[in-house]
Every structure is written in structure tokens, then in C-alpha cells.
């Protein structure tokens, strides 16, 4: 508007794996939906934050249990405290087995998210929970931002962007405490 233009234009150059995101099945397997035919249903609802800030490398069901939870929520957040938003990439960051994963959507996990970069450890190379929780129709949140929230129940919103054809999408989550009125 400075130069005489009507209007303020913002260009937006990334990718959508930066900043908090939702990964699509195509983001490890080709040819797979992309990131529009996400479920939104999965990014909307109650969630449990569980705090395995003192825990470290691969977590199964036990160390989970050790964390404090009791049964599998339909939406499970982990607080590692190893996350970019923190201001700088982290050296590791502890992460589900794979067959943690698939036994956690057996049991009804619709969604897992992280504040750390990735559901699998940084050194994996398979991206084997990517695959089990997606093989089990699980959708998954990376990148949040879990510095506040303590550990406990809460409402989620994190709806992806619906950008067509994409391995992934930005989303802006929000928790808040449960509440009758959503």
C-alpha cells in the first residue's frame, strides 16, 4: 500500500512439514491419500496429554503405563519436551515402538500427536509408526506445541488445512479444558 496498491499481498513460500502439521499416508507411501482426505473427526474432540518428559528412546505399553495412562484415549498427545518450538532442532526425542502404536489403535486410537518433529525416533529410516498407525487408520499430529498444558484431559481442535494433494498440512491446534459447550 506504501507504493500505491489497494491492498496489504502476502506470499507464503514452505512446506508444510514446518511448524505444527498433520502428516498424510502419502507422506511414506506412494500413491497414498493425501492430505485433503484426512478424517477431520480425528483432529477434533477429547485428548489426553501425557507427560513423558522423563522418559527416553522407544516407549511401549508399560513405560506408558509408568506415565500415567491407564487406557487408550481415541486422541493421545505426548509431552516429550523435545520440541522445535523450544528454538532449536533436538538431538533425539523418545518415541512409541511400532508395535506400541498398532496395539494402541487396536484398542481405538484415532490420533497421536508430539511436540517432538516426528512419531518415530530422529535416526529411524523406516518410519515404521508412521506405518502402523496409519496401516490402522490412525491419523498423526507432529511438531505441536506442548510447553503449557500439563498432563491430563482436554478438548482438542486441530483441523488441517485442506490443501489438495499434499503429504502433509499446517494446522493451528488449540487445546482447552473439557467443556459441554463446543
Known amino acids: 500500500m506504501a507504493e500505491g496498491a489497494s491492498v496489504n499481498l502476502s506470499t507464503l513460500t514452505t512446506s508444510p512439514h514446518v511448524g505444527t502439521h498433520a502428516d498424510a499416508p502419502l507422506h511414506v507411501r506412494d500413491g497414498a491419500a493425501p492430505s485433503d482426505a484426512l478424517a477431520l473427526d ?6 489426553v496429554v501425557l507427560d513423558v518428559t522423563a522418559l527416553h528412546g522407544e516407549l511401549n505399553r508399560a513405560a506408558l503405563r509408568s506415565a500415567g495412562l491407564r487406557e ?6 505426548l509431552k516429550t519436551g523435545r520440541a522445535v518450538a523450544a528454538g532449536a532442532f533436538p538431538g533425539a526425542w523418545p518415541a512409541l515402538t511400532a508395535d506400541c502404536a498398532a496395539s494402541l489403535v487396536a484398542d481405538g486410537l ?3 500427536g508430539v511436540d517432538c518433529p516426528s512419531v518415530d525416533r530422529r535416526e529411524a529410516t523406516t518410519l515404521a509408526v508412521h506405518h502402523a498407525l496409519f496401516d490402522g487408520g490412525a491419523c498423526i499430529l507432529e511438531n505441536l506445541d506442548l510447553s503449557i498444558p500439563t498432563a491430563g484431559s482436554y478438548d ?3 483441523a488441517p488445512l485442506k490443501l489438495g ?3 502433509a498440512a499446517p494446522v493451528r491446534a488449540v487445546l482447552r479444558y473439557p467443556s459441554s459447550d463446543f
Open 42 to 47: 480425528a483432529f477434533i474432540g477429547p485428548a
Open 72 to 77: 487408550t484415549p481415541t486422541r493421545l498427545l
Open 110 to 112: 484415532r490420533l497421536l
Open 156 to 158: 482438542l481442535m486441530a
Open 165 to 167: 494433494g499434499l503429504d
